[in-house]
Nanobody
Framework: VQLQASGGGVVQAGGSLRLSCAVS????????MGWFRQAPGKERELAAA????????SYADSVKGRFTISRDNAKNTVYLQMNSLKPEDTAVYYC???????????????????WGQGTLVTVSS
């Protein structure tokens, strides 16, 4: 399974970006998906996650109401729409796949089996 994240860039505070994560390989088997982020000098944290069928989602408190995770299983792609961006959202964003859980959503990075390469989001003040 390969994950390809894209869509990062530089944006001013208050702006928006949409990240995409394309899943290839064993795509006939669906995965729970998560977007994690890691800022310089900080630990990796979950930003948002979505279950295999899309019926369950989870968000970090810091992004609730601003970020929306979604998936298009026909396209094997997961999205993270990020609105009202803040300088503290600056980080490398990684998409990850969980092959175990079905409708439950995990917030722990250790539960994710596959990881993409990361895409950098920089929010300027």
């Amino acid at each position: 399974v390969q994950l390809q994240a894209s869509g990062g860039g530089v944006v001013q505070a208050g702006g928006s970006l949409r990240l995409s994560c394309a899943v290839s390989g064993r795509t006939s088997r669906k995965y729970g998906m998560g977007w994690f982020r890691q800022a310089p000098g900080k630990e990796r944290e979950l930003a948002a996650a979505i279950s295999r069928g899309g019926g369950s989602t989870s968000y970090a408190d810091s992004v609730k109401g601003r970020f929306t995770i979604s998936r298009d299983n026909a396209k094997n792609t997961v999205y993270l729409q990020m609105n009202s961006l803040k300088p503290e959202d600056t980080a490398v964003y990684y998409c990850a796949a969980d092959s175990v859980r079905w409708e439950a959503v995990s917030t722990a990075s250790s539960d994710y089996d596959y990881w993409g390469q990361g895409t950098l989001v920089t929010v300027s003040s």
